[in-house]
């Protein structure tokens, strides 16, 4: 599946050598969560669209870009900070990982994303917090959506 890019990122992509960085952007939000937490794949925090980004290791191991797969992958985040432990402990559900790419000389510019992903099944050790991040469930919504009712189409029950 192909996705439109800007012209600054192809170059990127296909020099040899270039100055630019990709930055990911990784904004966690659960509605018990007094305030999103937003971390960055930089050395530095980053501004993109007037939210601040701490800088903070993580790894994503991204699912492959294909229609017919049921995507999946695996955050990890290192667990160097007590705020982050404390913030995966007083959810009550599920969170959304909002993920996206900017290069560092532009970062209020979405290169990429965002792409929506749903945190399951955490863990956690002295080291790292670790969870599968899941994109949606689309096998399992219905089809069609809709009944073809006479309150909804009257046109086809017009005879």
């Known amino acids: 599946m192909s996705r ?3 012209n600054k990122l192809r170059k990127a992509v296909y020099a040899s050598a270039c100055d630019e960085a990709f930055i990911i952007l990784l904004t966690i939000n659960e509605d018990s969560l007094s305030a999103p937490i937003r971390v960055c794949s930089d050395n530095a925090e980053v501004v993109s669209q007037g939210e601040t980004y701490l800088n903070f290791p993580f790894s994503v191991a991204l699912p492959d870009d294909q229609d017919d797969a049921i995507t999946s992958s695996r ?8 705020r982050i432990m ?3 402990r007083s ?3 599920p969170p959304t990982i909002d993920m996206s790419v900017v290069l560092s000389s532009d970062p209020d510019e979405i290169e990429i994303g965002p792409i929506s992903f749903t945190l399951r099944k955490v863990d956690y050790s002295l ?13 399992n919504e219905s089809f069609p959506s809709q009944s073809f009712t006479p309150s909804l189409y009257p046109s086809l029950f017009n005879i």
């Open 75 to 82: 955050l990890i985040i290192d667990n160097t900070d007590q």
């Open 86 to 88: 404390a913030a995966i």
């Open 127 to 139: 080291e790292t917090i670790e969870g599968d991040i899941e994109g949606p469930d689309v096998l």
């Open 91 to 93: 959810i009550t559900s």
């Open 4 to 6: 439109p890019v800007s």
